[in-house]
């Protein structure tokens, strides 16, 4: 893992100097097994992963970040300034490197699912509210491209409040209502794969067909592998009835129909 790379600057030292080439050896002698990178930055880490260089993403992700635009100073993701109006939606740079990675196969590693701790105070979120651990962590794994998350604990405690997410039922997990509820933040008509659209009368996995057509539109076309994947859904977007149950589930106002149509007409199917 390469450390803390959150300038274009520092990216291109790395990716241009001794340290890949000599990351690359072992790879290629199989002494390690993957090449990884730890960045703060959308946009240094977009650009590391389209080069094809790394094959692991450590990267941080929680509600908040994913509002804050690309910067290099990462004192500024958590600065009160940039919380004191309202904030709408995901910074569209971070959407783009998740969906990025799901596409090229590169895993992310979360960091910071809980803000160094802050998102779990009432006092100190700057969502305005506090989450619980389980809701971060489903928030956190619930992001295209998410593998795994590293969580940061002061006490036992800490640790066994992460690791009770293996058993937590789905309503402790669920994040929509409380991300849906925040004062400070709105994620209207932006889909979280939350999953509370569901069911589909007609058996659509509405979240999963919604994300293969996020994935197209970041890319501006339709991969081969993504066309794979969707193809393996049992129940496909053309089968949609345009019933509106779906939307009058989710938290978020998303124009699922519209969606399912317009995935229908681009996978045709």
């Known amino acids: 893992m390469i ?15 001794p340290v890949m080439a000599y990351a690359r050896e072992l790879r290629a002698a199989g002494t390690i097994g993957c090449i990884g990178l730890s960045s703060h930055n959308p946009e240094v880490a977009l650009a590391a992963v389209n080069t094809g260089l790394i094959d692991v993403l450590m990267f941080s992700v929680n509600p908040c970040y994913d509002l804050q635009p690309a910067g290099e100073d990462v004192e500024e993701l958590w600065a009160p300034k940039n919380y004191e109006n309202s904030l709408v939606n995901m910074d569209p740079q971070r959407q783009e490197l998740y969906e990025t990675c799901q596409r090229l196969g590169v895993g992310i590693t979360v960091m910071k699912a809980f803000g160094g701790g802050d ?57 929509a209502a409380a991300l849906a509820a925040l004062p400070k933040i709105s994620w209207q008509g ?47 977007a053309a089968e949609c009835i345009a019933c509106g149950a779906c939307e009058k589930r989710c938290p978020f106002g998303v124009p699922i129909v519209e969606n399912m149509r317009q995935a229908a007409a681009l996978f045709g199917a």
């Not at 959150?6 to 100097?17: F, I, K, P, Q, R």
């Not at 700057?126 to 619980?132: D, I, M, V, Y």
């Not at 889909?191 to 067909?209: F, L, Q, R």
């Open 190 to 236: 932006h889909c979280m794969y939350c999953g509370h659209c569901a069911p589909c009368p007609k058996g659509i996995d509405v979240a999963a067909a919604t994300k293969f057509l996020n994935l197209c539109r970041a890319q501006g076309a339709v991969p081969e592998t993504v066309r794979e994947h969707y193809a393996l859904l049992p129940h496909r």
């Open 119 to 175: 998102l779990l105070s009432q006092t100190l979120s700057p969502a305005g509210r506090a989450l619980t651990a389980l809701q971060c962590l489903h928030y956190a794994l619930t992001r295209p491209a998410v593998a795994s998350v590293m969580c940061g604990a002061r006490t036992l405690e800490d640790l066994d409040a992460s690791a009770a997410y293996e058993d937590a039922p789905e309503s402790e997990r669920d994040y």
């Open 3 to 17: 450390h803390y790379v959150d300038s274009m600057a520092d990216w291109e030292t790395v990716a241009n100097g």
